[in-house]
């Protein structure tokens, strides 16, 4: 099936009591067994409920792989993924990633004995020099949470199966209409489906996925151990929000670039990030495992003034000031006192994320009224 069908159709199945055509929300917390031990499949929510396993098989399908294990957000999500492993482990990850995940790397898991390093994806070459003889996972954004930067997946994959490490990608951003890490030989791919997945900014979930029979039965393991799993009406929001995943997509792009190309030529804007610029250095690798480069905008002002970054964030009357992004709804935030607050002012700058970093999340708004709002927000500072 095509990708549009699958979204609708996947995991999908009319209920078999009422032949109710969208999966009910099986609001329970247990199920009555016809003698002990013997159950159809569930015994308690904690471990498996039917409308999870429908949303878990749908993301499966989207990602093309055979397994998924829903979380209660993205974050638990990537908490799981990293109790894969173990003391004095390296994991290797981007240095421009997403302030939650860095925070939950340096300020949770080091205590436990793990160990990261944060470095530029952008080229192989640097990935391959930075693995070391205890690398067991590189962790992979693409794009990159802020500054959109674009790390070929199948390369680093090859250099992590090379090593014996996993290679696990953040797709977030991408959403599996624009990019399969799977097919590009990643082992697990996570998401925050607070985002795209769902796309209304009403649901707070995440995904682990995988294709890899061992590891789908581990992370169902911590699942089920660790408890951090999504209630049966999120999960319903969830698949109500894949269902248009396809076709929400398609306009976030389009209204994505128009409001990039129009910034490129602001007097008050020094860069654009966007990964479908040709001019971007790694505008060939979005071009070769993306069928399109995003809703996420970034840039920064010629102005090098906080404040003026700050107040350009109140102006707008289309954006909204918020964190999140990948609802229909168009957001601008400033990365450096909110979504990458957690960051050290020194590691951020290090990365590339400037004091006057502006992130939009595109919506799919008219995008001629997107325009004229930046517009006029750039004009007042």
Known sequence: ?????????????????????????YQTSTYVQSAPAVHKGF???????????????????LEGAKYCAAFSSGMGAIDAVIKLLKTGDHVLAGNDLYGGTYRIFVKVFEQFGLRFDFIDMSHKDDVKKAITPDTKMIWVETPTNPLLRIVDIEGVAAL??????????????????????????????????????????????????????????????????????????????????????????ERHCQNAKAVAEFLAVHLKVQHVNYPGFKFHPNYA???????????????TLKNDDIRAAKKLTTYTKVFTLAESLGGVESLIEHPASMTHSSLPR????????????????????????????????????
């Open 346 to 381: 020194k590691v951020r700058l290090q990365s590339g994320l400037e004091d006057t970093l502006i992130r939009l999340s595109v919506g799919i708004e008219d995008a001629d009224d997107l325009v004229e709002d930046l517009g006029q927000a750039l004009e007042r500072i």
């Open 285 to 299: 690798i979005a071009e070769r495992q993306m069928s399109g480069f995003g809703g996420m905008v970034s840039f």
């Open 43 to 61: 015994d308690y929510s904690r471990a498996d409920n039917p409308t999870r396993k429908a949303l878990e098989k749908n993301l499966a399908a």
């Open 160 to 249: 992590a199966k090379e090593a014996g490490a996993l290679t696990v990608v953040d797709n977030t951003f991408a959403t599996p209409f624009l990019q399969r890490p799977i097919s590009l030989g990643a082992d697990i791919v996570v998401h925050s489906a607070t985002k795209y997945l769902g796309g209304h900014s009403d649901v707070i979930l995440g995904a682990a996925i995988t294709d890899d029979d061992k590891l789908a039965e581990r992370l169902h393991f911590i699942q089920k151990s660790s408890g951090a799993v999504p209630g049966p009406f999120d999960c319903f929001l969830a698949l109500r929000g894949t269902k248009t995943l396809h076709v929400r997509m």
């Open 1 to 25: 099936m095509k990708f549009g069908t699958t979204a609708i159709h996947a995991g999908q199945e009319p209920d078999s009591a009422t032949g109710a055509i969208m999966t009910p929300i």
